[in-house]
């Protein structure tokens, strides 16, 4: 019982292990509370990133879109980014922003922990910042 | 299955393919024709097509140590009508994410093509799906130079 205890949670850690990677790596928060905590003390909405470790088009958004200078420096500036896996961490948030359809990244009102503004699949750089514009006026807007 | 099924959920609106080519300066060339009634002039063409087309993209061919770009050619047998599936792959040493970062040789772009043709047309058909899949294979390497 023992032994397959510890192979579980070891087999948890290694499927957890590239999101968590990555979420260090690019200062995006894995825990869904304390993302909209910090959103709320600083005004700003949460952009929650939903991806799954079997989709090759979530690794490509992290890696050439959400990387990216231009993108990074708009995300640190205007929102609090979370990354989650719609699979291993789909107890840690609500089940509304639950989907069969992966990349999708949600952005969300704080005050109110509602979506206002959402992507689906993987975006360019180019136009994934045409998009976080949209979001920021609407946002200003609320 | 279920793998498959769940790829197919995740997707893009807006992108060539879930490849990356970022980095790729050098690729040599390997065709595997496996299509008994093609002729041999055809298949060279193939390999000019391809060494044309990394050219074109700055890409240097016949380097030692380059990842291998190939086209393969297979026939499923029909009665008069030739079915041929194509597929140009890039293959590569990749560094995976296993615990020892093993590494690996893997194919790290495909793009495939199915076609039906009667011997008359067959070597035509098959240039003409060539170009279809260097095309997608150009396609990708653009869209990451963005």
Not at chain 1, 43 to 63: H, I, Q, S, T
Not at chain 1, 107 to 133: A, R
Request: glycine share 4%.
């Amino acid at each position: 019982m023992r032994n397959i205890f510890i192979l579980l949670l070891l087999s948890l850690t290694l499927f957890g292990s590239n999101v968590d990677k990555y979420a260090k790596s690019e200062g995006f928060e894995r825990d869904y509370q304390t993302a909209l905590l910090k959103a709320k003390k600083k005004n700003k909405p949460l952009m929650l990133v939903l991806g799954a470790d079997y989709c090759p088009w979530c690794r490509k958004f992290e890696r050439k879109t959400l990387s990216s200078d231009n993108v990074k420096s708009f995300l640190n500036k205007e929102v609090i980014t979370l990354v989650v896996d719609k699979k291993f961490d789909k107890e840690s948030f609500p089940k509304r922003f639950q989907t069969n359809i992966t990349p999708k990244v949600f952005f969300i009102n704080p005050y109110i922990g509602k979506d206002f503004y959402q992507t689906v699949g993987y975006i360019k750089k180019k136009d994934f910042l045409k998009k976080l514009e949209e979001m920021k006026t609407l946002y200003k807007g609320k | 299955m279920r793998y498959l099924l769940l790829l197919l959920l995740t997707y893009s609106l807006y992108a060539a393919g879930f490849w990356t080519l970022s980095g790729l300066d050098k690729a040599n060339i390997y065709v595997v024709n496996k299509v008994d009634y093609l002729e041999a002039s055809t298949v060279n063409i193939i390999r000019t097509k391809i060494k044309q087309t990394l050219e074109k993209e700055s890409i240097k061919v016949n380097v030692q140590d380059a990842p291998t770009l190939m086209v393969s050619l297979e026939e499923i047998e029909g009665d008069e009508t030739h079915y041929i599936y194509l597929k140009l792959e890039l293959g590569e040493e990749v560094k995976t994410f296993r615990k020892d970062f093993t590494e690996t040789f893997a194919i790290t772009f495909q793009a495939t093509d199915f076609i039906e043709s009667d011997e008359q047309e067959l070597d035509a058909t098959v240039l003409e799906s060539v170009d279809y899949l260097l095309a997608k294979f150009v396609e990708q390497l653009q869209e990451d130079k963005e």
